[in-house]
């Protein structure tokens, strides 16, 4: 994946540097204005102290007055709507994927549960077919207020796109006060 990043990158001209590391813990050399981390990642956190190493260190790679932009699962969103199967297909060339999405929502650990089928063609034979399950913590908006403050973010916004599984959130790390 990171080595097509940087394929994709080179091709498009653009002077990027993609690094694999642990959001929990990364240490980049200077302070950045922006951290963004979207479509769900939040959710591999499980544990509470994970979220909180996380915030801690995204604050840590921040300038003052930085934008920290990330979304969550929603509670909210899978309490009131439930989960239903999906099937996504994608085509490539000579390529067809097909991705069947089997969910599972315990409302009272508040982990969705994703069992992906995955089948993949080329030349419409059948090259590939696997299963992945990944496990999600869902969270709802005064939690991750209360992690955000925790860690000396304000919260700027919190955007709920309508219906959407994620809800999207602006915070920006504190200016230091001057002494
Ligand atoms: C649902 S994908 C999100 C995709 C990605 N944000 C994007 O824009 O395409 C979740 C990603 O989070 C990564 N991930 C999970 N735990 C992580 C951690 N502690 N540090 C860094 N990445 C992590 C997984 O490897 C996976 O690639």
Do not use: W
């Not at 899978?78 to 989960?83: D, L, P």
């Not at 067809?96 to 969910?103: M, T």
């Not at 913590?137 to 796109?161: C, G, M, N, P």
Request: glycine share 4%.
């Amino acid at each position: 994946m990171v080595e097509l990043a940087r394929e994709k990158a080179r091709n498009m001209g653009v002077d990027a540097n993609i690094l694999l590391a642990d959001a929990r813990s990364f240490r980049l050399p200077k302070p950045f204005d922006v951290v963004t981390c979207l479509f769900g990642t939040l959710g591999y956190l499980h544990e509470d102290d994970e979220v909180e190493s996380f915030f801690r260190n995204t604050f840590n790679n921040l300038r003052d007055g930085g934008l920290f932009i990330f979304d969550f699962p929603s509670f909210e969103f899978f309490k009131t709507h439930g989960v239903k199967p999906s099937v996504l297909e994608g085509e490539k060339d000579d390529l067809k994927s097909i991705r069947v999405s089997l969910p599972k929502f315990n409302l009272e650990t508040r982990f969705l549960t994703l069992l992906f089928k995955c089948i993949i063609y080329k030349d419409r034979e059948l090259i590939d077919l696997f299963e992945e399950t990944h496990e999600l913590r869902t969270f709802d908006s005064l939690e991750i207020q209360s992690f955000l403050e925790e860690s000396s973010f304000h919260v700027v916004e919190f955007l709920e796109a309508g219906e959407s599984v994620y809800v999207t959130v602006v915070a920006r790390k504190l200016e230091a006060s001057p002494d």
